[in-house]
């Protein structure tokens, strides 16, 4: 099993910076990929970022590509989303999440989720 936490989510006027960050605790080795969920309410949960064990491989919803930047460090176990720019549209709760094969659709682990709040 996998635990996953997350940290950092808040209130921010529109054009302003949060960054996210997604430690892992338990069998990390499963934790091979990691990424980012969202869901907003009264919507379905949707892929936000995903990144590979090395870094090397990374993707991003449409809306969010040139805007948001998702990291790891594999040390610490932790993932993080850096995301600037912030629209009232990314207003949701944002998911980290884990998988040993793939990020997208259906991963295995999941944190609690953190509440991001872009409003002025």
């Known amino acids: 099993q996998v635990q996953l936490v997350e940290s950092g989510g808040g209130l921010v006027q529109p054009g302003g910076s949060l960054r996210l960050s997604c430690t892992a605790s338990?069998?990390?080795?499963?934790?091979?990929?990691m990424g980012w969920y969202r869901q907003a309410p009264g919507k379905e949960r949707e892929f936000v970022a995903g990144?590979?064990?090395?870094?090397?491989?990374?993707n991003y919803r449409r809306s969010v590509k040139d805007r948001f930047i998702i990291s790891r460090d594999n040390a610490k176990n932790t993932v993080d989303l850096q995301m600037n720019n912030l629209k009232p549209e990314d207003t949701a709760v944002y998911y980290c999440?884990?998988?040993?094969?793939?990020?997208?659709?259906?991963?295995?682990?999941w944190g609690q989720g953190t509440q991001v709040t872009v409003s002025s």
């Open positions: 999440a884990a998988d040993r094969y793939a990020i997208s659709p259906s991963p295995e682990y």
């Open positions: 338990g069998r990390t080795s499963d934790a091979q990929i």
């Open positions: 990144i590979n064990y090395n870094g090397g491989h990374t």
